[in-house]
């Protein structure tokens, strides 16, 4: 089980694709102490890994005494960031503090055009210093992609870059139309090029060392089993199953790219809110509608729930049409795209 939390609005990017619409800092976002009775409320929910993201992590001061907190409390803190910050000294204090991992933000190998989608100057330059700053501290670190029709042609050169520059992982993110993303919803992949995408995905991973995964793109655990590729994953979409996330001022919702607020741990324990809250227990159901209700990948795939409501007018139990397949004997209408 994991959970985000997204520990700052602040950043020093303004992404077109941003979920959280991130950039100044918000009133009101939770204290250290709060943050302290947070992570007790987190481990005491269950949960094993806790993401510290953002806006940009490192923005917050507190940031590596609440990691070294949550590692103290049994959890295992990682890192979400855009790497830009990562100076030698952060990185080798990310590993004093005890954090397991990061996972660095980079959209492609043309710097140009990385920078121009961050809204940074010299976005990939300063991301590939502190990944080079990561590597040297012993921080185990993935690269992270955002996934859309303009760069979809550099997935595989964006894997290479990965390993040549030390990566543990390579996972790739598919646009939701979420937060600022909405403005950019044509820049999705439709349903046949996501498709093919994910075959893509499945068929690098025969032949590099690194884990590839695609994320909100839960069809993959499908593409993967046609293929007769093992997995060490045994579920796509774990929204409100085995993952949440806490926003900067302290309220929960079912996964980043899913905006329904669940309360806020500022009135109610965060591990009282994940056991107990009816949208939460609605989910773990698993009983979709449409092709996904009927779908033999329905406990192993459970489609996009995030993406099944912004097409269906905020219904996270209806299917996701942003797949091909088709279960054995369903006579429903045709995908998107």
Known sequence: MLVSWNSTNQCNMFCDHCYRDAGARLQEELSTGEARELIRQIRRAGFVVMIFSGGEPLMRPDLFELG??????????????????????????????????????????????????????????????????????????????????????????????????????????????????????????????????????????????????????????????????????????????SYCIISPRGEVQPCAYLDLPLGSVRERPFDEIWRDHPVLQELRTQRYQGRCGACDYRERCGGCRARAAYYHGGDYMAEDTWCLYRPPGWRGGEARG
């Open 68 to 241: 070294e907190y949550a590692r103290r409390q049994g959890l295992r803190p990682v890192l979400g960031t855009n790497g830009t910050l990562i100076t030698p000294e952060a990185a080798r204090e990310l590993k004093r503090a005890g954090f397991a991992a990061a996972g660095v933000s980079l959209d492609s190998i043309d710097a140009a055009r990385n920078d121009a989608f961050r809204r940074l100057e010299r976005a990939t330059e300063l991301t590939l210093a502190g990944i080079e700053n990561l590597r040297r501290a012993g921080v185990p670190f993935q690269v992270h992609t955002t996934v859309m029709d303009w760069n979809v042609g550099e997935l595989e050169a964006l894997t290479d870059l990965a390993i040549e520059l030390g990566a543990m992982a390579h996972h790739f993110f598919f646009l939701v139309p979420t937060g600022r993303a909405v403005h950019i919803e044509d820049e999705a992949l439709r349903v046949r090029e996501y498709e093919r995408t994910l075959s893509r995905i499945m068929e690098k991973q025969r032949h590099v060392p690194i884990e590839l995964k695609p994320t909100c793109a839960p069809q993959f655990i499908r593409v993967a089993d046609k293929k007769g590729m093992p997995l060490r994953f045994s579920r796509g979409c774990l929204a409100g199953i």
